[in-house]
């Protein structure tokens, strides 16, 4: 079973950027889609990107496209958010995923393992 750890969370001003990172291991992290989602206190969790194996498909959530950016690095184990022109509704405990599916899902059901999560405070 694959474990995930994230960092990079913070507090930022509205309009700033944040880089979060997903740590994997114990896995084959080359064979997972991979995602991000975000729950908000009160807010049930949210999907926000995710990405295929290979990295050839994204997936956003609409409320993300255009300023946020889901990557991988293979090599290193690691998926990456790059979080552009943060809004306040942007805040929210964000969490990676790994699943087997081919393409990234939008469900949380179709994501067997789950990070700890890392905060994201955006103030206005």
């Known amino acids: 079973q694959v474990q995930l750890v994230e960092s990079g969370g913070g507090l930022v001003q509205a309009g700033g950027s944040l880089r979060l990172s997903c740590a994997a291991s114990g896995g084959t992290f080359e064979s997972y889609t991979m995602g991000w989602f975000r729950q908000a206190p009160g807010k049930e969790r949210e999907f926000v990107a995710g990405?295929?194996?290979?990295?050839?498909?994204?997936n956003y959530v609409d409320s993300v496209k255009g300023r946020f950016t889901i990557s991988r690095d293979n090599a290193k184990n690691t998926v990456f958010l790059q979080m552009n022109s943060l809004k306040p509704e942007d805040t929210a405990s964000y969490y990676c995923a790994a699943g087997n599916r081919l393409v990234p899902g939008r469900s949380s059901l179709e994501y067997d393992a789950w990070g700890q999560g890392t905060q994201v405070t955006v103030s206005s």
């Open positions: 990405i295929s194996w290979g990295g050839r498909i994204t």
